[in-house]
C-alpha cells in the first residue's frame, strides 16, 4: 500500500491561512493524481480537491476560491494552500489517492482548527 505523511496544521483565526503538505516515498509518484481529504467532527470525510499527474486541478464548491493544490515531483509531495480560512474548515486533513475508500489506508492527518 502506499503510505503518505501530512503535516502543516494548526489552530488559525478565521480569515487566516495555512499550508499542508503530503510527503510519500512511492517511487511512482509523479505518474499519481493526489487528493486531500478531511473530516470534521461528527461529519463523513469529503474530497476537497484533486490534482492529476498533469496538474489539472478540481475543488469541492465549499473551498473553490480559496484553496490551492499542487504538486511537486521533485520532492515527491502534494500541498494544500488555504486562504480565508473559515470556522466550518476546521478538520482532520488527509492526503490520499483520489479513489480512496473508508476502509483502506489513511495516515494520521493533520489537525486544522480555524477559531477565533
Known amino acids: 500500500q502506499v503510505h503518505f505523511v501530512e503535516s502543516g496544521g494548526g489552530l488559525v483565526q478565521p480569515g487566516g491561512s495555512l499550508r499542508l503538505s503530503c510527503a510519500t516515498s512511492?517511487?511512482?509518484?509523479?505518474?499519481?493524481?493526489m487528493a486531500w481529504y478531511r473530516q470534521a467532527p461528527g461529519k463523513q470525510r469529503e474530497l476537497v480537491a484533486i490534482?492529476?499527474?498533469?496538474?489539472?486541478?478540481n475543488y469541492a464548491d465549499s473551498v473553490k476560491g480559496r484553496f490551492t493544490i499542487s504538486r511537486d515531483n521533485a520532492q515527491k509531495a502534494v500541498y494544500l494552500q488555504m486562504n480565508s480560512l473559515k470556522p466550518e474548515d476546521t478538520a482532520v486533513y488527509y492526503c490520499?489517492?483520489?479513489?480512496?475508500?473508508?476502509?483502506?489506508?489513511w495516515g494520521q492527518g493533520t489537525q486544522v482548527t480555524v477559531s477565533s
Open positions: 490520499n489517492l483520489p479513489a480512496t475508500r473508508t476502509d483502506d489506508y
Open positions: 512511492e517511487s511512482i509518484f509523479s505518474s499519481l493524481a
Open positions: 490534482i492529476t499527474s498533469r496538474h489539472t486541478t
